[in-house]
């Protein structure tokens, strides 16, 4: 019994040592096949090291191929601190070439860490320095390459481009808006130590980098750059506290240029204050529009059928009492009798009161926010403001007439701008965009391309032919002569607007802006120009700003290819104003001829005979009465 007892329990105990073993065989035989791959993944992590190799951002570059930012290879210094030796030399050495204290290395080098970057004293080092400390010949020390952000042309764009951070992630503008597009893939040089962190005798194996995704924008260079030089001239020569331009293709919401002033240096971003870095002012400052908003009134009115600007007029005794507030005309006196057709022309508040009192307050506001003010125009930018609307249920008696003329609501310039594209292009609301397209640069691959978004039609295709009309007789015979361009249809309005401080109007202190198109009869570029408290000059947008526009617009001729026309207004000079006249196409005919159709000018003549063979400038040109043309003559 007792030997039964004994062999009974060797017998269990020899089951359960076999049952061990087969769990022990099964388990083994499940990790060999089928763990390991992650076993053996999570091993070599505990020797696996990886010295990180910087991506390069993608580029920046303008509708006609313009690098505006760019990528310049630099490096960066990492250490390893285990491999290093004599780390008392490393860090006097280190200290020396990058003019730190050595505390500062010293931080570093004696990390309890497997890979260190030297941030930010050894980041994106100057060759001559990484050549330096290449030289050492240090063991645990590492030069790895690392793109730095580049704006070949500086403040040009600055706003609207952004800048990025020391590790190259986007902060503002596009750099920030589409950063998960320009942000590259990084490389690294992967290599093996033990866990002290010696580095063991297996190959590197080196992992290439992915460089971003390019960005190709709908601001044309030329055109950007005008208006760049033409807003610093503006800032220079009136000593403003600010200036801000948009160009827009009308037919499509494309920004051709953009800018505001004072602008900054995307790659010095650290010297200037966070109001200027951030504030696009295009679209980001809010205000009172002043007189180019009566372009929505006269839109508006014409629309509805308020008003025939040919047949009826108004009596402008130079101010109208609107329930015991005064609203004064420009023009002391007023102007008297006029078509409505004069009003605009002569930008008369009082006519556009009567105006609005036409419309009412339910029509006048239902098309303010057809034209998309009162909220974001959804352009592809950080930083837009909504603007400000009065509540229909506030609006009274004065706030209807003050509306009508532009006073007392606040928007941005990007919605003007847009607002006037679609009451000139057929009364077709687009959404503006910046961003043309994005693409892959090694294959050219498009990855996303932008198209014109059409919002709402606003009005009717015969209403916008009237209303450019009438800006092109504002232009030929109103307050925008100084935008006038002989051979061209320009149509523009303009505004002054004083500003608001702590509820209450200053003195003195006006944002003048101008807004233009040509060609009149088919648009193909919208100018909005807006200067801030210019000093020194008669503060009006049609003394300041619309000569401003004039240059951008002459710029803007010569780069859109945009045909002169043999139709044009006669402009209504004053006699302070420059007169132009054109010069005749005359190559090949006899001077005696001609002289007659000369008489305009101060000729001089060279050569001999009396056949003209060239001049200079070129007939079809216009220049200033008076000015000198020269003749090559021969037989």
Same mark, same amino acid.
């Given at each position: 019994?007792?030997?039964?007892?004994?062999?009974?329990?060797?017998?269990?105990?020899?089951?359960?040592?076999?049952?061990?073993?087969?769990?022990?065989?099964?388990?083994?035989?499940?990790?060999? =096949?089928?763990?390991?791959? #992650?076993?053996?993944?999570?091993?070599?992590?505990?020797?696996?090291?990886?010295?990180?190799?910087?991506?390069?951002?993608?580029?920046?570059? +303008?509708?006609?191929?313009?690098? =505006?930012?760019?990528?310049?290879?630099?490096?960066?210094?990492? /250490?390893?601190?285990?491999?290093?030796?004599?780390?008392?030399?490393?860090?006097?050495?280190?200290?020396?070439?990058?003019?730190?204290?050595?505390?500062?290395?010293?931080?570093?080098?004696?990390?309890?860490?497997?890979?260190?970057?030297?941030?930010? *004293?050894?980041?994106?080092?100057?060759?001559?320095?990484?050549? #330096?400390?290449?030289?050492?010949?240090?063991?645990?020390?590492?030069?790895?390459?690392? @793109?730095?952000?580049?704006?070949?042309?500086?403040?040009?764009?600055?706003?609207?481009?952004?800048?990025?951070?020391?590790?190259?992630?986007?902060?503002?503008?596009?750099?920030?808006?589409?950063?998960?597009?320009?942000?590259? $893939?990084?490389?690294?040089?992967?290599?093996?130590?033990?866990?002290?962190?010696?580095?063991?005798?297996?190959?590197?194996?080196?992992?290439?980098?992915?460089?971003?995704?390019?960005?190709?924008?709908?601001?044309?260079?030329?055109?950007?750059?005008?208006?760049?030089?033409?807003?610093?001239?503006?800032?220079?020569?009136?000593?403003?506290?600010?200036?801000?331009?948009?160009?827009?293709?009308?037919?499509?919401?494309?920004?051709?240029?953009?800018?505001?002033?004072?602008?900054?240096?995307?790659?010095?971003?650290?010297?200037?204050?966070? *109001?200027?870095?951030?504030?696009?002012?295009?679209?980001?400052?809010?205000?009172?529009? @002043?007189?180019?908003?009566?372009?929505?009134?006269?839109?508006?009115?014409?629309?509805?059928? $308020?008003?025939?600007?040919?047949?009826?007029?108004?009596?402008?005794?130079?101010?109208?009492?609107?329930?015991?507030?005064?609203?004064?005309?420009? #023009?002391?006196?007023?102007?008297?009798?006029?078509?409505?057709?004069? =009003?605009?022309?002569?930008?008369?508040?009082?006519?556009?009161?009567?105006?609005?009192?036409?419309?009412?307050?339910?029509?006048?506001?239902?098309?303010?926010?057809?034209?998309?003010?009162?909220?974001?125009?959804?352009?592809?930018?950080? %930083?837009?403001?909504?603007?400000?609307?009065?509540?229909?249920?506030?609006?009274?008696?004065?706030?209807?007439?003050?509306?009508?003329?532009?006073?007392?609501?606040?928007?941005?310039?990007?919605?003007?701008?847009?607002? /006037?594209?679609?009451? !000139?292009?057929?009364?077709?609301?687009?959404?503006?965009?910046? /961003?043309?397209? !994005?693409?892959?640069?090694?294959?050219?691959? &498009?990855?996303?391309?932008?198209?014109?978004?059409?919002?709402?039609?606003?009005?009717?295709?015969?209403?916008?032919?009237?209303?450019?009309?009438?800006?092109?007789?504002?232009?030929?015979? @109103?307050?925008?002569?100084?935008?006038?361009?002989?051979?061209?249809?320009?149509?523009?309005?303009?505004?002054?607007?004083?500003?608001?401080?702590?509820?209450?109007?200053? +003195?003195?202190?006006?944002?003048?802006?101008?807004?233009?198109?040509?060609?009149?009869?088919?648009?193909?570029?919208?100018?909005?120009?807006?200067?801030?408290?210019?000093?020194?000059?008669?503060?009006? %947008?049609?003394? /300041?700003?619309?000569?401003?526009? #004039?240059?951008?617009?002459?710029?803007? !001729?010569?780069?859109?290819?945009?045909?002169?026309?043999?139709?044009?207004?006669?402009?209504?000079?004053?006699?302070?104003?420059?007169?132009?006249?054109?010069?005749?196409?005359?190559?090949?005919?006899?001077?005696?001829? =001609?002289?007659?159709?000369?008489?305009?000018?101060?000729?001089?003549?060279?050569?001999?005979?009396?056949?003209?063979?060239?001049?200079?400038?070129?007939?079809?040109?216009?220049?200033?009465?008076?000015?000198?043309?020269? &003749?090559?003559?021969?037989?």
């Amino acid at each position: 019994m007792f030997t039964k007892g004994i062999n009974k329990r060797i017998k269990i105990i020899l089951l359960v040592i076999i049952f061990l073993f087969l769990i022990i065989i099964i388990r083994v035989f499940y990790i060999q =096949v089928f763990d390991y791959k #992650k076993l053996n993944n999570l091993a070599s992590n505990l020797w696996n090291r990886n010295l990180i190799i910087g991506a390069n951002r993608g580029r920046i570059l +303008t509708s006609d191929n313009i690098v =505006v930012a760019d990528n310049t290879t630099t490096v960066s210094l990492v /250490v390893v601190p285990n491999q290093i030796k004599n780390k008392d030399d490393v860090i006097r050495d280190l200290a020396k070439i990058l003019d730190v204290n050595e505390n500062k290395i010293s931080e570093h080098v004696n990390k309890k860490s497997s890979v260190e970057i030297i941030h930010p *004293e050894g980041r994106k080092l100057s060759f001559a320095i990484a050549d #330096k400390i290449n030289n050492l010949n240090y063991d645990g020390v590492y030069l790895l390459k690392e @793109g730095k952000r580049s704006y070949p042309y500086d403040t040009l764009l600055s706003h609207s481009i952004g800048y990025v951070g020391i590790d190259n992630q986007g902060l503002s503008g596009l750099e920030l808006k589409y950063d998960k597009y320009l942000t590259g $893939t990084n490389g690294a040089i992967k290599y093996y130590s033990d866990a002290k962190g010696n580095k063991l005798n297996k190959s590197s194996i080196y992992v290439e980098p992915t460089d971003g995704l390019d960005l190709y924008l709908t601001i044309n260079y030329n055109i950007q750059s005008a208006v760049e030089r033409e807003l610093n001239n503006a800032i220079s020569k009136y000593n403003a506290d600010g200036a801000w331009a948009i160009v827009m293709n009308p037919q499509n919401g494309e920004i051709l240029a953009i800018s505001s002033k004072p602008d900054f240096s995307p790659s010095n971003y650290k010297n200037y204050d966070i *109001e200027t870095i951030n504030r696009n002012l295009a679209i980001w400052s809010t205000y009172e529009p @002043g007189s180019t908003f009566k372009i929505i009134t006269l839109a508006a009115s014409i629309e509805e059928k $308020t008003v025939d600007l040919l047949k009826d007029t108004f009596y402008d005794g130079g101010s109208v009492n609107v329930e015991g507030a005064r609203i004064r005309c420009w #023009k002391a006196g007023g102007h008297g009798s006029q078509t409505y057709l004069e =009003v605009v022309q002569n930008s008369c508040n009082p006519g556009f009161v009567s105006l609005g009192n036409k419309l009412g307050k339910e029509r006048l506001f239902k098309y303010i926010k057809e034209f998309g003010f009162g909220s974001k125009t959804g352009i592809d930018l950080n %930083g837009e403001s909504n603007g400000i609307l009065f509540n229909l249920d506030n609006v009274g008696p004065v706030e209807l007439a003050t509306t009508s003329f532009g006073q007392g609501i606040s928007v941005t310039a990007i919605q003007q701008i847009t607002a /006037v594209s679609a009451a !000139i292009n057929g009364g077709f609301l687009y959404k503006p965009y910046i /961003v043309k397209r !994005i693409v892959e640069p090694n294959t050219g691959e &498009i990855i996303l391309e932008n198209s014109p978004k059409l919002m709402r039609n606003v009005i009717s295709k015969e209403t916008s032919q009237t209303v450019r009309m009438a800006l092109e007789t504002v232009v030929a015979y @109103g307050t925008g002569r100084n935008a006038y361009i002989e051979g061209y249809r320009i149509g523009g309005k303009t505004g002054t607007a004083q500003k608001v401080k702590n509820g209450v109007y200053m +003195t003195g202190n006006y944002i003048l802006s101008f807004v233009g198109f040509l060609p009149a009869d088919n648009p193909k570029a919208v100018i909005y120009v807006a200067i801030d408290n210019p000093k020194g000059v008669v503060q009006y %947008g049609g003394t /300041v700003s619309a000569p401003i526009a #004039k240059n951008i617009m002459i710029d803007v !001729i010569e780069e859109l290819n945009i045909k002169g026309s043999d139709y044009t207004l006669e402009k209504t000079y004053n006699w302070y104003d420059t007169k132009y006249a054109k010069i005749p196409n005359i190559i090949g005919s006899n001077i005696d001829d =001609v002289k007659k159709n000369l008489k305009d000018f101060t000729i001089e003549y060279a050569g001999n005979g009396k056949i003209i063979k060239e001049i200079s400038p070129s007939g079809g040109t216009y220049i200033p009465i008076g000015s000198t043309i020269k &003749i090559l003559l021969g037989n």
